[in-house]
């Protein structure tokens, strides 16, 4: 094969190939392989004449597509595949086709099978419909910048009138590094130099386009900004149906233009390499995102070997050593630079939908019983109009990626998952480091009966309060439920974050206040009683709600024609006691001692919270008062934990998730297991506690739920096990008038009522 010009994608027929095709059009192997080579140099011409129409695209491509909503596919052997996969059967389920055309089932068009495509996808990473924003992560070459570029000259060539807006770090970059890449992509027949009335397209390879803009013949527009600009002045009047930002942008350029994406109904793409780290603009996107899939790091070993070349370009062995042999030999090779990972592959029949964490990716060398690094393909943002993918050079044949590979070796392990992987590492630390969402988190059907429940309370004045239930089982904690939570309260709904990812002070933050924290509930003292009473279904509770059901968020009376009670009185509701009959057994009530020992003049008297709460008939022991530092001492050593085997901080699978859970048998795969877990449902506690820095003190908008959770282990409370009596709400008991109960009640440990009480 020498002479023969080598291609990233398409190498040159084998003889095997020659060979099989001689015999199938009955011609000599010399003209076989003349007609190959043929067909090779049309493909590959088409390919550079006109990539707009007939350039390739790598798989990851269509999975940012799916996350956007984007509404058209060129790629033809991309819809082949997806037709394929979706069969005969899927047709009839996925668009219930009972026609005949000519004695056959009727195929479905493109467009139906891109949609299949595109809803399954997204369902498979856990979006029930399109984000506005998808930052794409890329390592080196990893084709992000390129992939930016064809979906806003798409549509600017599919819609009438469409606005795109290109972004860059400075005017000089963007005529570099990105405006070429819009012309590249720019369709054949518009590659003019054109000014009229309704088109203007001027450029040049070193000036790129005129003005910084063009107009298409259309009357779409692409307008290219940069970072240098004033963001007010340059983001003014903007409507746009896509925006690409690519490479560092600042952070509140994101959320004004996530604002202007609003009119159109537009999408946008920031797209860089996270060469600078865990940036406010990552920070956004990535603080308490939900790994949704992943791929293993090939060149991240963990069990001690060195990093596998091949297999982190999907090439078999001898595949990846022909590629250099090739470049010793000036040959071209006979293979392609990469085998980018199958996507389609992820909503393969049978394998779990929407919200589990799934391996796939890096293996062109077949099953391998060694360990590496897992890494991010795709996340979950906890702004569900948010999504990030990452890209890596593997995905882009043609940015000779085993030299991007050559250049990474002897590199810390850091410095490839950035470079190679495009994931950012934390360069501002948290106070809780130990904590793992794949270690510690885990489903709620794995919280296990029994044990010695707490309760514990942050009140506040200028927001929503915050709850949290722990469970003690042997010695395991467990945080089993919060408040408010991912579930509906009446009279609100299903609320907001408590709190959200935010790029003040340069990333080094504690989140701003949420929907979920904000004083919009004005719930009172009784109110809350109730929330108490509804969760943990009081036997008062259910005595009142016997006829009684919930209509859009409220309490409603069946039958008889009348609204009824959305609510006790407050009187009737001072009167409940969990003592009768809660299916939810509490042993013991905390509430946060400077909130509730801080007295006040209410009726001329001196109140505190926790006297007012003694006259709803809810009684809480104050909060231990040690610092902070010995709480999150205590909280990183429950976490802590140490492998039976190296496996990765990122990605364990949905059995080794349920393998963590419940009891000590399911902990087999440690040498030390951790102590403490989280239900999956706790999403404004675990976000908290794997973004809490303690930098805004008081004000810190992640500080309640990570409270809470210093309270519980500085209170060393204990599972106290089964025995012939009932545990009560955290009272130092006796009569109404007893001295144990004020604002000098201290915590002696978990107090117990005989069942007859």
Sequence with gaps: MQGIKGHARVPPPGWEDIRAEAIISGITEEAAAIKLLGMRALELDLEATDPFCNGWEPPIWHVCDALLGFPWCYDKSFLKKCRTRMGKEEVEKEEGRKSQVEGRMEEPTDQEVWDWFCERMRK??????????????????????????????????????????????????????????????????????????????????????????????????????????????????????????????????????????????????????????YTPTVKIFCDGAKVMQTIPASLCPRDGGEPDEARALNLAPEEYTDLWKAVDEKRAAMGPQSNPEEVLDWIAEGKVEGGGLKVGGEGGGGKTDRVF????????????????????PSDNPYGNPKEVIADLRKKSRAYVRERFYGQAERTISVLIPKFRRNIHV?????????????????????????????????????????????????GVGVPGPWAIPSGKKDGKN????????????????????????????????????????????????????????????????????????????ITSRFIDSRA???????????????????????????????????????????????????????????????????????????KNPPHYFISEDCENSIYAVESWMNVDGQEGAVKDPV????????????????NDYRARGGVAYGGKGDSGRGENRVYRGPRRLPVSA
């Design 510 to 585: 504690d989140g701003a206040p949420g929907e979920g924290q904000k004083p919009s509930f004005g719930f009172g003292n009784a109110r809350y009683k109730f929330e108490m009473a509804r969760l943990e279904r009081w036997g008062d509770w259910r005595k009142w709600g016997e006829g009684k059901k919930v209509e859009d968020g409220r309490w409603r009376v069946e039958g008889g024609g009348g609204k009824g009670e959305e609510y006790p009185a407050d009187e009737d509701l001072a009167e409940w006691d969990e003592r009768n009959g809660a299916e939810e057994v």
């Design 707 to 722: 409270d809470l959770m210093r309270y519980f282990f500085t209170a060393e409370c204990e599972d106290v096990g089964p």
């Design 124 to 277: 498979h990473l856990g979006y029930e419909r399109a984000v506005k924003m998808l930052l794409i992560l890329g390592g080196n070459r990893s084709a992000k910048s390129e992939y930016a570029a064809k979906r806003c000259m798409m549509m600017v060539a599919e819609k009438e009138n469409a606005r795109v807006y290109a972004m860059h770090m400075s005017e000089a970059r963007s005529k570099r590094d990105q405006q070429p890449l819009f012309w590249k992509y720019m369709p054949l027949a518009w590659q003019v130099q054109v000014a009229s009335v309704k088109a203007y397209i001027k450029f040049k390879a070193k000036t790129g386009f005129a003005e910084n803009s063009f107009i298409a013949f259309n009357g779409s527009t692409a307008i290219f900004l940069n970072y240098t600009q004033d963001k007010d002045r340059a983001l003014q009047g903007m409507e746009a149906d896509m925006v690409a930002p690519d490479e560092l942008i600042p952070v509140d350029w994101i959320e004004d233009i996530l604002l202007r994406l609003a009119t159109r109904a537009g999408m946008g793409i920031p797209t860089f390499t996270p060469i600078n780290g």
């Design 596 to 670: 509730a020992s801080t007295p006040r003049i209410e009726n001329d008297r001196p109140v505190t919270l926790q006297t007012l709460y003694d006259e709803l008939n809810i009684f809480f022991f104050l909060t231990p008062g040690a610092d902070i530092t010995d709480g999150v001492s205590k909280i990183n050593s429950a976490l802590d934990y140490e492998e039976e085997d190296q496996r990765s901080e990122v990605g364990a699978t949905e059995g080794e998730r349920a393998e963590v859970g419940a009891t000590e048998g399911q902990l087999g795969r440690f």
């Design 373 to 392: 690094d897992e890494v991010p393909r795709v996340m979950k943002c906890k702004d569900p109009r948010k999504a990030v993918v990452f890209f890596n």
């Design 442 to 490: 885990i489903p709620a059907s794995q919280i296990p009966e029994g044990g010695t429940n707490y309760f514990l309370y942050d009140p506040a004045a200028n927001r929503n309060s915050f709850m949290s239930w722990f469970k003690r089982k042997g010695p395991n904690t467990y945080l089993y439920r919060e408040w408010p939570g991912n579930y509906a309260i009446p």
